[in-house]
Nanobody, 127 residues
Framework: VQLQASGGGLVQVGDSLRLSCVASGRSFSTDAMGWFRQAPGKEREFVAA????????DYADSVKGRFTISRDIARNTVYLQMNSLQLEDTAVYYC?????????????????????WGQGTEVTVSS
């Protein structure tokens, strides 16, 4: 499975940005897709996740109310709409996919639950 993320860029505080991540490959079954981010000098952290079959979404507290994760099943694509961007949102954003099934509600926020990762797309928020 390959993941291709795009949509990052340089924006100002208060601006919006939409990230996309397309999953491709042979014969895989998407259980969930998620977004994580890693700021300079910090560990990679959970941002948002979406359970593929039900559309259930979950968010880190730091982005609730500002970010929205959504999916397009036909396109095997997950989006992250980011509104009201803040300086602390500056990071490289990674998409990830869990294939197969099971345990979404227990593990959706854990990095090691995801099987494959995209290459990352950089988001820089300036004042």
């Amino acid at each position: 499975v390959q993941l291709q993320a795009s949509g990052g860029g340089l924006v100002q505080v208060g601006d919006s940005l939409r990230l996309s991540c397309v999953a491709s490959g042979r014969s895989f079954s998407t259980d969930a897709m998620g977004w994580f981010r890693q700021a300079p000098g910090k560990e990679r952290e959970f941002v948002a996740a979406c359970r593929w079959s039900t559309g259930t979404t979950d968010y880190a507290d730091s982005v609730k109310g500002r970010f929205t994760i959504s999916r397009d099943i036909a396109r095997n694509t997950v989006y992250l709409q980011m509104n009201s961007l803040q300086l602390e949102d500056t990071a490289v954003y990674y998409c990830a996919i869990h294939v197969g099934g099971g345990s979404y509600y227990s593990y959706y926020y854990r990095k090691n639950w995801y099987h494959y990762w995209g290459q990352g797309t950089e988001v820089t928020v300036s004042s």
